[in-house]
């Protein structure tokens, strides 16, 4: 009983901590812009997340609670999981460091399960690294596409942020937050499937609260940093990359499978500059968030694999 309840409190923080690090991602253009304030925009992206917790996140909790580790996994190395999952998670927020909260979980299970002697799906493995190297470079593409198509739509030319693209702008932003919720919910609580603690619809539902929380409470600090610090882009650029970024997590989201939001949106960012002939992301900052992405999984797999060990010698004396 005790496990479960540090699990549950675990799987609720971390949660909690995403809710707040994604707030950027989904919704710091439509802010920047003016098309949204900031309260509604919180308001507005919690109910979405929420949702996308609740009702779209079951295949790919299935896929991500029984598809990676071979094997029982423990209550006690779901704690591992979580523990150095949210810690570090936690840190980069508090940093104001956009990272992938995904790489970060995958890695620390893979971390936990090897010194437990539990097996690995190698190949679901190398599945989801392919994904994550295409998922940037084919929004990347997208963004380019559509940064052109929306510079010949008239209407999008007219009204600034109070017009049609800014309402628009607001509307792409609430799909990412759904996408967000579905997408990146497993990362707290595809653990309980693991151990068999409940099914998808009730793991949806607790991380979907966690989410949601951490948007409304700790959710502005990176929403300002992506909105003033990292982008540099205009109503009908900005509206195409956060498209761009819902569009490849959904459809990633479909077939089972997750991917990262931030480098999804760093890379529609980066095709629509493409496509104007600018520079849309500050590159100082840029390098600060990429080297968040490299250092994040390898300390995620570094630290679950040094608890996991050293639970093993605490049991075993």
């Avoid at 029982?72 to 591992?80: E, H, M, Q, T, V």
């Avoid at 295409?134 to 929004?139: D, S």
Wanted: charged share 10%.
């Amino acid at each position: 009983m005790l496990a479960t309840l540090v699990l549950v409190a675990l799987a609720l923080g971390f949660a909690w901590s995403m809710g707040a690090h994604y707030t950027g991602a989904c919704m710091g253009m439509p802010y920047a812009s003016g098309s949204i304030a900031l309260r509604p925009a919180l308001g507005l992206m919690a109910g979405m997340t929420l949702v996308g917790a609740v009702m779209l996140s079951h295949q790919v909790l299935d896929h991500v609670g029984h598809g990676i580790v071979k094997g029982p996994l423990s209550a006690a190395g779901a704690i591992i999981v979580l523990g150095v999952a949210f810690g570090l998670t936690t840190l980069f927020t508090r940093a104001r460091i956009p990272t992938s909260t995904i790489q970060i979980m995958v890695f620390a299970l893979i971390g936990t399960a090897l010194p437990l002697g539990l097996g690995i799906d190698w190949r679901a493995i190398e599945h989801l690294a392919a994904l994550w190297v295409l998922a940037p470079v084919v929004a990347c593409g997208l963004g380019f596409m559509f940064t052109r198509l929306f510079d010949r739509v008239p209407a999008f030319n007219r009204g600034g942020a109070t017009g049609l693209i800014g309402t628009a702008l607001v509307s792409v932003g609430a799909v990412a937050s759904l996408t967000m919720g579905a997408n990146d919910v497993s990362n707290a609580t595809a653990v309980f499937l693991t151990v068999h603690l409940s099914g998808p619809l009730v793991a949806g539902a607790i991380g979907g609260v966690g989410l949601a929380a951490g948007v409304l409470t700790w959710g502005r600090p990176l929403l300002e940093r992506v909105a003033f610090d990292v982008v540099r882009m205009d109503l009908k650029m900005a509206t195409a990359a956060q498209m761009v970024q819902a569009l490849v997590v959904l459809g990633a989201v479909g077939l089972g499978d997750f991917t990262s939001m931030n480098q999804s949106l760093i890379g529609a960012m980066a095709g629509a500059g493409l496509a104007r002939g600018r520079q849309t992301i500050d590159t100082g900052v840029m390098t600060g968030i990429m080297r968040g992405w490299i250092i994040g999984p390898g300390a995620g797999f570094g630290l679950a694999y040094s608890a996991a060990s050293l639970y093993l010698i605490i049991a075993r004396s």
